[in-house]
């Protein structure tokens, strides 16, 4: 299988969220961000003597962050020339409400940015305002407006679920109204170093209950059901052939080449595929951006545990002879037994994880693991 598929890391955002742990910052000056997009050329002029940059972004192209809508337009289109797009590349661009202009986003478009995805989070304004994020509702529209006026067909909004005092009535409401093609959902999360995990700390914020996050999972599948939504992914929705391709690719265990601070990469070797994280920290990256934070050539025994991971992600659940080719065994030989009836269906062709199951992936997965083949352990 081939390299075709890139993910670049923009990391500047113009404010920590409260509840943010990635790779982001805020750069204070235009010293940081024209250190950066230094490093990030170099990184990329250091893959161009590897690999055959007219065909690494042939099927995806995802700009991430951070923040990517605060890219300066002249940095962003010198990164889009180092790469040959076909006319079928997608090409997906984090967007955050407050940064959309007119002018900003034509030139988006102009340049072959084929879909965007909107940091919607919710339409409350006091919950917008919790979760720290620099938009409000008025934001959210207004960008999302202007961007399809320009032309985007293929427009993504992000809605985090369970946050205390946050209803769905408003996201719905917009959803209903101005129609998004795509809709990702993420569970609110608590994580270290952040104002959030501050505020647990201290009992001000106390996170909904397990049982109460899975309802509210389920109430949000039900009604973006209702709106024609189909579900191909645990956390992803799209009208028909609105699908994310890019991340289509980690579910079906493609490789990918990661650049910018703490980007992941997977790249084909001789053996299974090379895993790798860059820097995370912006300095670290900036100061060797072509040396890796960690990295790993991996084991046959591991490709197999990853792909099952990322596999049963898809609610269509895994093709079983793409499973072969790709790992490059028959079905057969990687499993010793049939998978537990209580967490899969298990077809012919398909191996799916039951609807029911979705919040208790983590076990199923764990039950896949222990029926692979012993024998397989390079
Ligand atoms: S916009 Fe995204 S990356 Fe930036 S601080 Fe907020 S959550 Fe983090």
């Not at 409401?173 to 608590?190: C, F, G, N, R, W």
């Not at 009836?341 to 039950?367: H, R, V, W």
Request: proline residues 4%.
């Amino acid at each position: 299988m081939s390299l075709s598929r890139v993910y670049l890391h923009y990391p500047f955002c113009t404010k920590l969220c409260h509840y943010c742990n990635f790779a982001a910052g805020v750069a204070t000056s235009d010293n940081f961000t024209n250190q950066y997009y230094n490093a990030l050329l170099q990184e990329i002029a250091h893959y161009k003597t590897r690999f055959d940059f007219s065909q690494i972004a042939s099927r995806s192209l995802y700009f991430g962050g951070g923040t990517p809508s605060l890219m300066p337009l002249d940095q962003l289109e010198n990164i889009f020339s180092q790469f040959s797009l076909q006319k079928e590349t997608e090409v997906t661009f984090e967007i955050n409400p407050e940064t959309v202009t007119y002018e900003k986003a034509k030139i988006w478009h102009q340049l072959g940015i084929n879909r965007v995805s909107l940091g919607w989070q919710t339409m409350n304004a006091n919950t917008l305002k919790f979760l720290g994020r620099t938009s409000t509702p008025h934001d959210n529209i207004k960008a999302f407006e202007i961007l399809r006026e320009v032309g985007f067909d293929n427009i993504s909004v992000d809605r985090i679920l369970s946050i205390h005092n946050d209803t769905d009535k408003e996201f719905f409401e917009a959803v209903m109204q101005y129609k998004p093609d795509h809709i990702s959902t993420y569970q609110l999360s608590i994580e270290d170093k952040t104002v959030l995990s501050l505020w647990t700390k201290q009992k001000k914020y106390t996170p909904l209950p397990d049982e109460q996050a899975i309802q509210i999972e389920s109430t949000t599948d039900d009604l973006l059901h209702e709106l024609g939504f189909i579900r191909y992914e645990t956390s992803n929705y799209a009208q028909k052939g609105k699908e994310g391709q890019h991340n289509l690719g980690y579910w079906n265990y493609d490789y990918w080449l990661g650049l910018g601070s703490g980007a992941a990469g997977f790249l084909p070797d001789d053996g299974n595929g090379f895993h790798y994280r860059n820097h995370f920290k912006f300095k670290d990256y900036c100061e060797n951006p072509i040396s890796y934070e960690e990295s790993e050539h991996i084991n046959l025994h591991t490709a197999i545990k990853d792909a099952l991971m990322l596999g049963v992600r898809k609610r269509e659940g895994i093709d079983k002879k793409s499973f072969e080719k790709r790992i490059g065994l028959t079905w057969e030989n990687i499993l010793t037994k049939s998978p537990d009836p209580e967490y899969f269906i298990d077809t012919k062709e398909f191996l799916i994880l039951k609807k029911e199951m979705i919040p208790l992936s983590n076990p199923a997965i764990l039950s896949l693991w222990d029926i692979i083949n012993p024998d397989i352990s390079i």
